[in-house]
């Protein structure tokens, strides 16, 4: 609930350069909107000064004083009507929002293994019998039993495996668990990394 006569953020105009501050868009803002020339000119060039200061770090960079320049230009939606001493048309560039990426929507039968799980197993399908093949049943199996331990929470058994990977193969693949040996998994390993990651 918002209370009257209170400015808050969500009810302000969004930042176009949010690193920069509010008080800088409204400076940008107020020298827009100057009637006079020289004035727009000064106002910026103290504009830039204070931009230049809050970030010191960057004032060895080469093209350092164009990027402010540039910025100033973007703040300004490009109607700050002044003498630039550097040429901020590749600017609009910058302002361009990126192409988004389609993000790819795979159907996964099975989320806890995943999609190359669900690859190599079609992929298994369809090889000949072999030594290339007798190595992906062996990736394959590993990497499933892994999956089991980390989202069952240590708990898994290698006829699960089995039964799954005959399932997902079409009956084209069975493990003789009487010969297969599967690598050694230890659950908090596992759980190690998966923090690891999360962080």
Known sequence: MNIKGLDYNTTRQKLVLPEYGREIQLMVDHAVELPDREMRQRCAETIINTMARMFPQGKDSIDFKQKLWDHLAIMSGFRLDIDYPYDVSQAHKMSDKPTRLPYPMTDIRVRHYGKLVMDA???????????????????????????????????????????????????????????????????????????????
């Open 121 to 199: 197993c079609e992929k298994l399908r369809d090889m000949e019998p072999g030594d290339e093949r007798d190595e992906l049943v062996r990736l394959t199996a590993n990497q499933m039993k892994r999956d089991l331990v980390q989202w069952s929470h240590g708990s898994c058994d290698n006829e699960k495996v089995a039964a799954d990977l005959e399932h997902f193969t079409n009956g084209k693949i069975r493990l003789d668990l009487s010969t297969f040996v599967f690598s050694k998994v230890v659950a908090d390993d596992i759980k190690t990394t998966t923090k690891k990651k999360r962080r």
